[in-house]
């Protein structure tokens, strides 16, 4: 058997998504083998590469789906439990990350995120966190620089719909970074 790769795509680049960038975005978890709480979340979450914490992170692979980056990827990890606590004994990750969540939610909805209604409240409720799992929305990207790693992009927030990049994203226009 031959392969025959003069048909083969060329080869991609592996410069990072520009700073600053405006697009949609989907979300993948990748499991990670550890139970939520939720009967839905069995095996979606992942634990810290220290064995002694007790952080579990949901695992994000996050690709855009349209304009001149479509297909790229970018990765992340949302801690749910565990970690540094507030003064209440609340993981501060799990703050942080509930708002992006919400955000997403609001973001992959139209939803304005000061309406309170019940009817926007019932759609802010999951049944777990998996139902995340392939949610569409806005993001802006960012370029993240740490010493004694290479740079790498990430969400740098979610883009809201009452923000006028959302808009212009959701009709297919292109924004600059």
Request: charged fraction near 35%; proline fraction near 5%.
């Amino acid at each position: 058997m031959s392969f025959d790769m003069n048909d083969a795509e060329p080869q991609k680049t592996s410069e990072l998504i520009p700073d600053g960038t405006f697009a949609k975005v989907t979300m993948t978890i990748r499991p990670g083998g550890i139970d939520g709480e939720s009967e839905i979340d069995r095996a979606l979450l992942k634990g810290s590469k220290d064995p002694s914490s007790d952080v579990r992170m949901i695992d994000a692979e996050f690709t855009v789906t349209e304009g001149r980056h479509a297909r790229r990827k970018f990765w992340q990890n949302f801690t749910v439990a565990g970690g540094k606590v507030d003064e209440h004994g609340a993981s501060i990750g799990w703050k942080i990350s509930k708002g992006t969540f919400r955000a997403m939610i609001d973001s992959a909805l139209g939803l304005d995120p000061d309406d309170m209604s019940e009817a926007a409240k019932e759609k802010r409720i999951l049944r777990g966190l998996a139902d995340l799992g392939g949610i569409t929305f806005v993001a802006k990207i960012k370029v993240e620089t740490k010493e004694d790693y290479p740079d790498a992009n990430k969400l740098d927030r979610v883009v809201l719909p009452n923000e006028p990049e959302w808009k212009k994203i959701m009709a297919g226009e292109d924004v600059p970074a």
